[in-house]
């Protein structure tokens, strides 16, 4: 069965700084892997997604994600964040094969002006 | 395509009673997901369907669930009777071969 393991509920971020989100995932198969972000009472958009080739994917409103198979890891980045990125971001995961998307627990970013 | 709507977008009940919530798929998609969103247990997957037939309903979460799908234009989660530790953010999404899931905006249900 795949998990998927969101290790910081809260991040906060001075505006302009840097960010990582982290995602880790257990799988025995290959898998899909997706950001997702979610608007105070919005429905779930997609940032980007990994599916096979590059590594490093980039997404929306300026994120990159880099898959990294030998650490199962699947981390979020911004160079420089803006208070519009205030939100929930959720990881997930799905065995390729599998149409089970499973869901991280979500890091709330916050943007500090 | 208007995306994936669903209704109402808000919906207050009485414990014990009947609650319907309704859900329109983006045209074509092929996959229909329902999702329930709480503080304590997250984003948690009820059931999903694969061209209007139930794949995996193990999500549900006992007997007073029930996931219908008659066409591949409409699909409704029911709960039946409801109570309280059912209130939460029910999310329907849609896809088309899981490339990238499409997801409404999402019902808020109180049960009280």
């Known amino acids: 069965a795949q998990s998927v393991t969101q290790l910081d509920s809260q991040v906060p971020v001075f505006e302009e700084a840097p960010v990582e989100l982290r995602c880790n995932y257990s799988?025995?198969?290959?898998?899909?892997l997706f950001w997702y972000v979610q608007y105070p009472n919005q429905g779930l958009q997609l940032l980007l997604k990994?599916?096979?080739?590059?590594?490093l994917v980039k997404g929306i409103n300026g994120f990159e994600a880099e898959f990294n198979k030998s650490q199962t890891s699947f981390h979020l980045r911004k160079p420089s964040v803006h208070i519009s990125d205030t939100a929930e971001y959720f990881c997930a995961v799905s065995d390729t094969g599998n149409e089970k998307l499973t869901f991280g627990t979500g890091t709330r970013l916050t943007i500090i002006p | 395509d208007a995306g994936v709507i669903q209704s109402p977008r808000h919906e207050v009940t009485e414990m014990g009673q009947e609650v319907t919530l309704r859900c329109k798929p983006i045209s074509g998609h092929d996959y229909l997901f329902w999702y329930r969103q709480t503080m304590m247990r997250g984003l948690e997957l009820l059931i999903y369907?694969?061209?209007?037939?139930?794949?995996?309903d193990s999500g549900m979460p006992e007997d007073r669930f029930s996931a219908k799908m008659p066409n591949a234009s409409f699909s409704t989660l029911k709960i039946q009777p409801s109570e309280p530790r059912d209130s939460a953010v029910y999310f329907c999404?849609?896809?088309?071969?899981?490339?990238?899931?499409?997801f409404g905006q999402g019902t808020r249900l109180t049960v009280v």
């Open positions: 999404a849609s896809s088309l071969l899981l490339i990238e899931a499409f």
């Open positions: 990994y599916l096979s080739g590059s590594t």
């Open positions: 369907f694969n061209n209007n037939v139930p794949i995996d």
């Open positions: 799988s025995s198969v290959s898998v899909y």
